[in-house]
Antibody, heavy 120, light 106 residues
Framework: ELQLVESGGGLVQPGGSLRLSCTASGFRFSNYDMNWVRQAPGRGLEWVAY????????YYADSVKGRFTISRDNAKNSLYLQMNSLRAEDTAFYYC?????????????WGQGTMVTVSS | DIQMTQSPSTLSASVGDRVTITCRASQSISSWLAWYHQKPGKAPKLLIY???SLGSGVPSRFSGSGSGTEFTLTISSLQPDDFATYYC?????????FGQGTQVEI
């Protein structure tokens, strides 16, 4: 079964840091570009970050640029999101999502999400 | 960034109804458009990609059309399982953007 499983969410104070992980199974992880997408409670979807198969190309949403870092370890079938200088507005469910094809693409596989709450 | 605008924001419908949702891009995105639906507490699911191609395992009552800046998602006969929130997404650029969502409710 094609599957993505996120972990690492939790409660963190403003200004703090958190590292999210996403573990893939059922497909050759190293062949696919990957993304993080977030959804604040009761709100819509917001793309956060993108990384190519080798990690050579990375893009971020302006709202997280300079604070978040996306990375991957193909040997461990894992995707990561290091989140620093967290703000209340970063509170959201965070999903990892697989790019469907080459270049920018739709997201065909999503994880179940992990909740990040930024609050004092 | 390319802005995506959906209409309507909320749609009331009944089982068996034909439903259409519109998505407009702030600039041409050719056919680089996807549609997803999302149920409460669940991850989004891909319905349509490249404006009109059906995702894997997606029922044929779903269809997509359009190119450039105007796109539509049509559900030919609404089923109970289709009551959800629908999102369009452009992927012409690496900075993928979503529409604000359309909630389909009874």
């Amino acid at each position: 079964e094609l599957q993505l499983v996120e972990s690492g969410g939790g409660l963190v104070q403003p200004g703090g840091s958190l590292r999210l992980s996403c573990t893939a199974s059922g497909f050759r992880f190293s062949n696919y570009d990957m993304n993080w997408v977030r959804q604040a409670p009761g709100r819509g979807l917001e793309w956060v970050a993108y990384i190519t198969t080798s990690g050579s190309d990375i893009y971020y949403a302006d709202s997280v640029k300079g604070r978040f870092t996306i990375s991957r370890d193909n040997a461990k079938n894992s995707l990561y999101l290091q989140m620093n200088s967290l703000r209340a507005e970063d509170t959201a469910f965070y999903y990892c999502a697989r790019d469907f094809g080459v270049d920018p693409s739709a997201f065909d596989i999503w994880g179940q999400g992990t909740m990040v709450t930024v609050s004092s | 960034d390319i802005q995506m605008t959906q209409s309507p924001s909320t749609l009331s419908a009944s089982v068996g109804d034909r439903v259409t949702i519109t998505c407009r891009a702030s600039q041409s995105i050719s056919s680089w458009l996807a549609w997803y639906h999302q149920k409460p507490g669940k991850a989004p699911k891909l319905l349509i990609y490249k404006a009109s191609s059906l995702g894997s395992g997606v029922p044929s009552r779903f269809s997509g059309s359009g190119s450039g800046t105007e796109f539509t998602l049509t559900i030919s006969s609404l089923q109970p399982d289709d009551f959800a929130t629908y999102y369009c997404q452009q992927y012409k650029t690496y900075s993928r953007t979503f529409g604000q969502g359309t909630q389909v409710e009874i």
